[in-house]
């Protein structure tokens, strides 16, 4: 799994994560307000949550599980 671990004690809610994953991994628990990893077999690695959350609490792994996808032909 890509994402190795998204720590929920020190997440802020933001949904940036969220909102930005371009393979659509996450869920918004309302009742939390927190993300749930909630489908971490379609995680690219592409860093993109982890680069962004204001709190660093999301980690991925260095190494891709799959190729990223630039551009559709």
Known sequence: M???SLNADFCV???ICFDACPEDVFR???VEKKP???YPEDCCACWVCESFCP???IVVSEQPARPIITKYE
Do not use: L, T
Request: hydrophobic share 40%; with cysteine.
């Open 2 to 4: 890509p994402i190795e």
């Open 13 to 15: 809610g933001c949904k």
């Open 28 to 30: 918004f628990d309302e």
């Open 36 to 38: 749930i990893i909630a």
């Open 55 to 57: 709190v660093q609490c």
